[in-house]
């Protein structure tokens, strides 16, 4: 399953939470939960990073990738889209075109998304779910965010 970003940006994202589980940028659910995301092992440096499996070649944690809840910070591929510059919100979308949130662009920029829950993909109203803040409600079933 997958998420697509698209509506006022130069460049319409497809997004594959699968794949994540390799990408050094996730952070731990706990972590983020605490609001720490340093504890994740990477600093900023390493998380910004352009190729985002670069330094999983060092040790490898594949046996805590088979078991942890992980979340992967938005703003990286909010970047990436680049909104223009009128864009102002965005709203979540289920797959039916039925508007789930509506969120304006600092909370999307602020957002995390849950792809992993004990190892294994969301498939309950995933592939992910979204939080704007730490213990909030997450937003659930969303196939798609467009930018306003």
């Known amino acids: 399953m997958i998420v697509l970003i698209k509506g006022s940006v130069k460049y319409d994202i497809t997004l594959d939470p699968s794949v994540w589980i390799f990408d050094d940028r996730k952070l731990s659910l706990e972590d983020y939960l605490k ?3 340093s504890k994740s092992g990477l600093d900023s440096e390493s ?5 985002p499996t670069e330094r999983s070649s060092r040790k490898s944690t594949l046996s805590v990738s088979e078991t942890g809840s992980y979340v992967m910070e938005l703003k990286f591929f909010i970047e990436r889209a680049e909104p223009f510059e ?4 965005a709203q979540l979308k289920a797959a039916d075109g039925t508007s789930l949130a509506l969120l304006s662009m600092t909370e999307l920029r602020n957002s995390v998304l849950l792809f992993s829950i004990d190892g294994k993909q969301i498939k309950d109203k995933g592939p992910v779910y979204l ?7 997450p937003v659930k079933g969303f196939a798609s965010i467009v930018i306003n």
């Open 35 to 37: 609001n720490d995301p």
């Open 47 to 51: 998380r910004n990073s352009k190729s």
């Open 86 to 89: 009128e864009a102002q919100s």
């Open 131 to 137: 939080f704007t803040e730490p213990k909030g409600i």
